[in-house]
């Protein structure tokens, strides 16, 4: 069974800070799939980021940048000068594929304040 | 704007009623996927279809059913409502390959009272 860990529950940070959120993931499988998604006020649901198992490079997209080390199964997110539009619930999760299923199991997400 | 529709937007209806949540996925996706978002259970995957066909299931209670249509949209019924199932319910579409990325829909929010 896959489990994804979100031990930060609500950061709060003063804009323009860095901010790092968590992510430490449980699967027995060598193939896997991590993704990051936000979840603003509004309430959809915003895909930010996928990495595969086999791919531990770093990415950095404009502010945002991802963390991957499967020597303690982690896939942190960093907001480098956050925004008070950053501010929101982030997910992470994980995906193991078996044949055309490929469900996505989620943290339970870390709330992301920033004020100005 | 993911490119994934659904309707209705907000849903309000009393226990023991039966509605239905429409989804619409990206053009060019095979795959739908519900989940259901609440305060308790967090984001909890249903179901998958899969060109027509059902590929997996989650936690989906008896009551709840589902159906995706030669269309490609998908249909989720919740049947014998409870106050429980007031939660917000998302459908996503990926392309045929399993491990590509989920695109969400707005989502329907669903409160029985």
């Known amino acids: 069974a896959q489990k994804v860990t979100q031990a930060q529950t609500e950061i709060s940070v003063v804009e323009k800070e860095d901010v790092t959120l968590d992510c430490v993931y449980e699967t027995r499988d060598t193939t896997y799939y991590l993704f990051w998604y936000k979840q603003p006020p509004s309430g959809e649901l915003v895909f930010l980021i996928r990495?595969?198992?086999?791919?531990?490079q770093n990415e950095i997209s404009g502010r945002y940048s991802w963390n991957f080390q499967k020597s303690t199964s982690s896939f942190n997110f960093t907001i480098t000068a956050s925004q008070v539009v950053d501010s929101a619930v982030y997910f992470c999760a994980l995906s193991v594929v078996t044949g055309a299923n490929s469900k996505l199991t989620f943290g339970k997400g870390i709330t992301l304040s920033v004020r100005p | 704007d993911s490119g994934v529709t659904q309707t209705p937007k907000h849903l309000i209806t009393a226990t023991g009623q039966r509605v239905t949540l429409r989804c619409s996925p990206r053009s060019g996706d095979l795959s739908v996927y519900w989940y259901q978002q609440s305060l308790d259970q967090g984001l909890q995957f249903l179901i998958q279809y899969y060109n027509g066909e059902e590929r997996a299931k989650g936690n989906i209670l008896e009551r709840f059913s589902a159906q995706q249509f030669p269309d490609l949209h998908s249909e989720l019924n919740l049947s014998s409502l409870e106050l429980g199932d007031s939660a917000l319910y998302f459908c996503?579409?990926?392309?045929?390959?399993?491990?590509?990325?989920?695109?969400f829909g707005p989502g329907t929010r669903l409160t029985v009272l």
């Open positions: 990495r595969n198992s086999f791919d531990e």
């Open positions: 996503a579409s990926s392309s045929s390959r399993g491990y590509n990325e989920q695109f």
